[in-house]
């Protein structure tokens, strides 16, 4: 066993180090992973150590692959810093923060993106990056539900704003059959404003199963979504 009294230099930036005898002695066949503190055997390779840091620690791997991979001794670093170790120790501040979970928001709602999207580790750690915040954190999804119910608010009062001030409106339906032959219908309100500029948006979608001429009534339903309004 080949054993050495002076810490030998760690793996991948340190975030391997050699296995410490009772002895105060090192192992140099056997490594630990600083991270979640899993024991490997080393032969000279770290391939496998890298395979580890990919699978279970990404955010540290991409760490990993942005600096050049040769090992350096304790609190003797010879590779460049990196963009989110310069920054550290600026954190984002409160309206910064607010933003980006109201952009989050945002960005979920209208690209119809799962809720979830916010516990991904790549998402966090890309924020991370381009703030220079490596201890920011992605905001929970009850955050997130109630900053898009919020917008929706908002939204709606703005267009609910927009009809009153508007002289008339026309409806439209639009009827489509799902690819589980459900039958949906959606009706989207038009006007021309003061200064001729035309609005559109859509007043709702329901769950229809009538077709050509009968589509009236369902029509009439969203009538007095415009004309409460007005």
Request: with cysteine.
């Amino acid at each position: 066993m080949d054993t050495a009294t002076k810490p030998p230099p760690g793996l991948l930036q340190g975030k391997f180090i050699f296995k410490k005898l009772p002895n105060g002695n090192y192992d140099k066949t056997k490594v630990v992973c600083t991270l979640c503190k899993v024991e490997f055997a080393y032969c000279r390779s770290s391939s496998s150590l890298k395979y580890h840091l990919k699978a279970k620690h990404p955010v540290a791997s991409a760490e990993e692959d942005a600096g050049p991979s040769t090992d350096v001794a304790p609190g003797k670093s010879r590779r460049q810093t990196t963009m989110l170790e310069c920054n550290r120790g600026k954190p984002v501040s409160t309206a910064l923060s607010a933003k980006l979970t109201n952009l989050l928001a945002q960005w979920i709602a209208t690209s119809c993106r799962p809720i979830s999207v916010v516990e991904d580790d790549w998402l966090e750690f890309v924020l991370q990056t381009a703030t220079g915040d490596s201890s920011y954190k992605l905001p929970a999804r009850r955050t997130i539900m109630r900053r898009i119910h919020d917008q929706h608010a908002t939204e709606k009062a703005a267009k609910d704003k927009k009809m009153l001030e508007a002289s008339c409106v026309a409806l439209t339906g639009d009827h489509w059959t799902s690819v589980n032959n459900d039958n949906y219908l959606g009706v989207t309100v038009h006007f021309i404003d003061a200064s001729w500029e035309l609005h559109s948006f859509a007043l709702g979608t329901s769950l229809s199963s009538l077709v050509g001429i009968s589509m009236y009534p369902a029509l009439w339903f969203y009538l007095p979504c415009a004309t409460s309004s007005m």
